[in-house]
């Protein structure tokens, strides 16, 4: 029988050297970019190139093997473990829990591309299928890669970090850090130097990652704001929407709003649905119906295909742009996102946790990309607007060029931008939230200055990073922070299993321990059997 776990109390003091290096490395970035755009602009361009020339292999097998490994802890005996204690049972029910994952996947990425890439894919195939532009084929290929990139391999890249850190905290009761759940590798050296460099590329990870979801918040707000109110897109306008979003949350952190993060996750999945139902009744609806199931089979049938390729056989460049950029996304958001998810999910099951978070959300975010996205195409075929060409001008321009073709234009558009600002602020909120405890040893609240200060910084760094280059200078900095931190979510695999091969859930007791009573009985009847005892034997013979 296990032990109930003893869960630790953090103390919640800052970890100065974290904090230092880490402050001072974002503020770096910040001063480069404000002081020599160029300079910053070309390492990004030549960074860029040679990461993904001599490791985009790299970020393409790593990804692979995270959903290897999510799928086969999940059917293997490691799945009856219990996160938690053996007696505890789930802190949420499953409704409340599946929200909570949906709100989590639901973010700033899944509006600014759920029409953008499935348009773009159906305006430039991926090399690797050999169809022509604009026709049923290429609208095939082109949900299937928009699933590829949004299912499956992302989720599998999160649950394996939330089930880690969700191990380490309610199985073994330590403290709430990435470093902590390398203590079956690294020893007592996980408290030392070792652990803190694991915190600290956390840190730059989630620092970088969050950034460039919202700079594509603000791409997309300053687009829906040219469409509808008429101010001209610029990145003028760009800035000032990252500095109102972020001043927000900081309004928010200092008011307590942040206290009611579970409220506006949940108005955030309410709005996200509600614009999903509008274009599905009003759009196409029949489409919709036989897109979703053709897409999902041809995600299924070649996924070994999609998952395998690499810039042997591919264009590196398009590599680049698409699969490898959204890993190196999936990984940057990866502390961020396991966190949150592992905090949810104290008192279930390995097994219960591994097909929750990869079948949920992979199935809420195949069922968006079907309704938008199908949309979207069945739109640009029948000739009922040139998303095309809204996509060739920015990718932010995607969603609302089919917004406009459906009716009730102006309202939709309106709703899709109050979506993508409370998302800014969820997002920064939650993200800011890791960083503080990241850079508090742990602390699962920590200083509320702490916490805006790393929102104000991920704010200047979207800001940066827009000035520098736009889209192109935001998926170069997630690609560069995100190569050392592949090396940390292998390690931090590693320490999992390794943790989990020693844990006595995992190996069942011996029969003769296991049924013991049962065993007892069987054998005394089979004794019975061969020879009855005297006291028997004595009364079968005696007369009546």
Avoid at 52 to 68: K, N, S
Avoid at 246 to 253: E, G, P, Q, R
Avoid at 281 to 300: M, N, S, W
């Amino acid at each position: 029988m296990s032990e109930r776990v003893r869960e630790r109390s953090p103390d919640g003091r800052v970890d100065r050297l974290v904090l230092t290096l880490g402050v001072g490395g974002v503020l770096a970035v910040v001063l480069w970019g404000v002081s020599a755009r160029r300079s910053l602009a070309g390492f990004g361009t030549s960074g860029l190139a040679w990461t993904i020339d001599t490791f985009g292999w790299f970020f393409v097998v790593a990804a692979d093997a995270f959903l290897v490994l999510a799928v086969v802890i999940a059917a293997s005996r490691f799945g009856r473990i219990r996160l938690g204690a053996d007696d505890d049972q789930p802190e949420f029910g499953n409704l409340a829990w599946i929200a909570m994952m949906f709100s989590a996947g639901m973010g700033i990425g899944l509006v600014f591309f759920a029409v953008a890439e499935p348009i773009r894919h159906y305006a430039t195939p991926p090399p690797v299928v050999n169809v022509e532009p604009q026709t049923g084929a290429a609208g095939a290929a082109a949900m299937q890669y928009t699933l590829f990139h949004w299912t499956l391999h992302p989720w599998a890249i999160y649950a394996v970090v939330a089930l880690a850190l969700a191990y380490s905290t309610f199985r073994k009761g330590r403290q709430n850090r990435i470093s902590a759940a390398f203590r079956p590798l690294l020893g007592d050296r996980a408290d030392g130097g070792a652990g803190r460099v694991v915190d600290l590329l956390a840190v730059f990870a989630t620092v970088f990652g969050s950034a460039t979801s919202l700079g594509l918040g603000a791409l997309q707000v300053a687009a829906g704001l040219d469409l509808v109110a008429g101010v001209p897109d610029s990145t003028a306008v760009e800035l000032v929407v990252i500095g109102a979003l972020t001043l927000a949350f900081v309004i928010s952190a200092f008011s307590g709003l942040h206290r009611g993060i579970k409220w506006l996750s949940t108005t955030n999945v309410v709005l996200a649905v509600a614009l999903m139902i509008f274009v599905f009744v009003v759009g196409p609806t029949i489409y919709v119906l036989e897109v979703l199931p053709a897409a999902v089979g041809d995600y299924l049938s070649s996924l070994i295909f999609m998952s395998t390729r690499t810039g042997a056989f591919s264009d590196p460049a398009w590599l680049g742009s698409w699969t490898i950029f959204y890993w190196a996304w999936w990984i940057s958001w990866a502390p961020f996102v396991g966190t949150f998810i592992a905090r949810i999910s104290r008192g279930r099951t390995v097994r219960q946790f591994l097909i929750g978070v990869l079948l949920v959300p992979s199935g809420a975010s195949a069922i968006w990309f079907a309704v938008l996205g199908g949309s979207a195409l069945r739109v640009q075929a029948t000739g009922g607007r040139d998303l095309v060409a809204d996509a060739g001008t920015g990718a932010e321009q995607a969603l609302f060029g089919l917004l406009n073709a459906l009716p009730l234009a102006g309202l939709t558009s309106v709703l899709a931008m109050v979506l993508i600002a409370l998302y800014f602020v969820t997002s920064a909120d939650s993200a800011s939230l890791v960083l503080g405890s990241l850079t508090s040893r742990g602390a699962l609240r920590p200083h509320r200055l702490l916490v805006v200060l790393w929102g104000v910084l991920i704010g200047a760094v979207a800001a940066v990073l827009l000035l520098v280059g736009g889209l192109d200078a935001l998926q170069q900095a997630t690609i560069l922070v995100a190569l050392p931190f592949v090396v940390v979510m292998l390690g931090l695999a590693v320490a999992l299993v390794r943790d989990m091969s020693r844990d006595p859930a995992a190996h069942p007791p011996p029969p003769a321990r296991r049924h013991g009573l049962a065993a007892a009985v069987r054998a005394a009847r089979s004794y019975q059997e061969e020879e009855p005892p005297p006291v028997r034997r004595y009364l079968r013979r005696r007369p009546r």
